[in-house]
């Protein structure tokens, strides 16, 4: 699974990216896209729920 930091990471790329170009239209695109990724790993920093079976209740075995 994709985490928090790797989100991070890549709209920090794409804000230095949009900070080296002169175009204000792919600046735009750029600066929209890492705020995408960046509410993407808030996201994934919340944990999901555990839906996976659970274990039945098992009662020791009592030793006579």
């Known amino acids: 699974m994709v985490g ?3 989100f991070k ?6 804000i230095k990216f949009a900070q080296s170009t002169s175009d204000p239209r792919t600046v735009a695109a750029l600066i929209e896209k890492a705020d995408e990724l960046s509410s993407q790993g808030d996201e994934a920093a919340i944990p999901s729920p555990d839906l996976s079976p659970k274990a039945p209740d098992i009662e020791p075995e009592s030793r006579a």
């Open 4 to 6: 928090r930091n790797y």
């Open 9 to 14: 990471r890549q709209a920090a790329i794409l």
